[in-house]
């Protein structure tokens, strides 16, 4: 057995070099430098500290893997609130989720008369208390609508808007043709909303599947 391994341990000792002064006392008295000094010392050939505290490869192996995955739930505690509330949506221009809201009340509107966007816009307000619908983007979905009724009908008469005394306003005809027209408007905003909420459903999905 050598002594650099197979059982042994190599200490290196550092000495402290002494001073100037010392030094040349020292070496006035005969005193040489010397080699650093390299202790050995044997490695334990048994286990080591208490075996009732030792953790060994079949203590570790015995242990349960940890499941993947959640097991049954246990029921919630008395007085859990309901999880389930909604974070405020503040309405906007472009987006399908405000649309069809919008959309779902002008078709409820009385037909042939005037109507603010301002009162629309309240209306949406207290109907859906965790939203909140600026009267531009009520505006922004009626006048989308509109640019559709003319591109389907080539006139302007199914979706009229004017500046009223009291502030812009929205007219429907009253005719039997605007329901189907308005509810396939509303279908397509419904639809856009589906794609949305797939390919928000995807985002946690590696492969994109």
């Known amino acids: 057995m050598t002594p650099f ?9 550092k000495v402290r070099p002494p001073g100037p002064k010392r030094l040349g006392w020292l070496e006035a008295s005969g005193w040489r430098r010397g080699p650093t000094v390299i202790a050995f010392s044997p490695i334990p050939s048994e286990l080591v ?10 203590a570790v192996s015995d242990r349960p893997a940890s499941p993947i ?6 029921p919630a505690p008395a007085g859990m609130p309901d999880p389930s509330v909604t974070p405020p949506t503040v309405a906007e221009a472009g987006d399908p989720f405000s649309a069809v809201r919008v959309i779902d009340l002008l078709a409820r509107l009385e037909r042939g008369r005037p109507v603010r966007l301002a009162d629309i816009a309240d209306r ?12 531009a983007v009520v505006a922004d979905v009626v006048l989308q609508l509109q640019a559709n009724w003319m591109a389907d009908y080539r006139n302007s008469g199914g979706i009229v808007v004017a500046d ?21 408007q509303a279908r397509r905003e419904a ?5 949305r909420l797939a390919e928000f459903s995807r985002r946690d999905r590696p492969s994109g599947d």
């Open 124 to 135: 949406l307000d207290a109907t859906y208390l965790d939203w909140l619908f600026p009267v």
């Open 164 to 184: 009223g005394p009291h502030g812009p306003t929205v007219t429907i005809e009253d005719s039997t043709r605007v329901d189907p027209w308005i509810v396939r």
């Open 5 to 13: 391994g197979f059982g042994w341990v190599i200490r290196s000792v």
């Open 49 to 58: 500290g208490d075996p009732s505290t030792l953790v060994t490869d079949s």
């Open 69 to 74: 995955g959640l097991g049954p739930l246990r």
């Open 191 to 195: 639809a856009s909303c589906t794609e």
